[in-house]
């Protein structure tokens, strides 16, 4: 079973200032892991994927994460926020099998805003 | 390139009533999910489908959801009848269907039961 929790379900950041939204997983197969973000009234948009090849992984808009399997943790970074970034964030894992139909399980999501 | 085409975006309906979601997936697409986001959590998975066949529809309740996808492209999501705790936004995504492949996903239906 896989299972995805995200410390703080919502987080206040000034514009310009660092965004850092936390992420802990776990699974028992080596994981493939997620950030979506979903602005109001809109579906989920893939910010970036970890698929087991560099631990650093880059999206887009300026985000990025970092796998490090001894912590069990994804967390997603944005050095400098904008206004735009204000949305709801979520964290996903999968064992990234087809014969699991590419099953997300998500984390319950951080409500960004941000302050001008 | 048309994404995933979802509809009607907003549905009030009275408890016990009947409602239906519709989904139109990306093209070329064999695998469709339909999942629920209840208010202030994440998407949870109901059923998905490979082309026509649902291969995973263990969190599906089957009492009262049903769902279908002909000829395996667009895809319904029925309800019958709907209870106060159907309250959601219903989400439809679709994916090559290959290992870690980008599920997307479409503006999705707010269903408010009253």
């Known amino acids: 079973a896989q299972s995805v929790t995200q410390l703080g379900s919502h987080v206040s950041v000034s514009e310009g200032a660092l965004v850092l939204l936390r992420c802990n997983y776990s699974?028992?197969?080596?994981?493939?892991l997620f950030w979506y973000v979903q602005y109001p009234n809109q579906g989920l948009q893939l910010l970036l994927k970890?698929?087991?090849?560099?631990?650093l992984v880059k999206g887009i808009n300026g985000f990025e994460a970092e796998f490090k399997k001894s912590e069990t943790s994804f967390h997603l970074t944005k050095p400098s926020a904008h206004m735009s970034d204000a949305a709801e964030y979520f964290c996903?894992?999968?064992?990234?099998?087809?014969?699991?139909?590419?099953?997300?399980?998500f984390g319950g999501g951080t409500r960004v805003l941000v302050k001008p | 390139e048309a994404g995933v085409v979802q509809s009607p975006r907003y549905k009030i309906i009275e408890k016990k009533q009947p409602v239906a979601f519709w989904c139109n997936p990306i093209?070329?697409?064999?695998?469709l999910y339909w999942y629920r986001q209840n208010l202030g959590q994440g998407p949870e998975l109901l059923i998905r489908?490979?082309?026509?066949?649902?291969?995973?529809d263990s969190q599906l309740p089957k009492d009262r959801f049903s769902a279908e996808r002909l000829k395996g492209v667009d895809s319904t999501l029925k309800i019958q009848p709907a209870e106060l705790g159907d309250s959601a936004v219903y989400l439809c995504?679709?994916?090559?269907?290959?290992?870690?492949?980008?599920?997307?996903f479409g503006p999705g239906t707010r269903l408010t039961v009253l």
């Open positions: 996903a894992v999968s064992d990234g099998s087809q014969a699991a139909g590419n099953k997300r399980t």
């Open positions: 995504a679709s994916s090559l269907g290959r290992g870690t492949d980008t599920q997307y």
């Open positions: 699974s028992s197969v080596p994981p493939y």
């Open positions: 489908y490979e082309n026509e066949e649902a291969v995973d």
């Open positions: 970890y698929t087991s090849a560099a631990t």
């Open positions: 093209s070329g697409h064999n695998t």
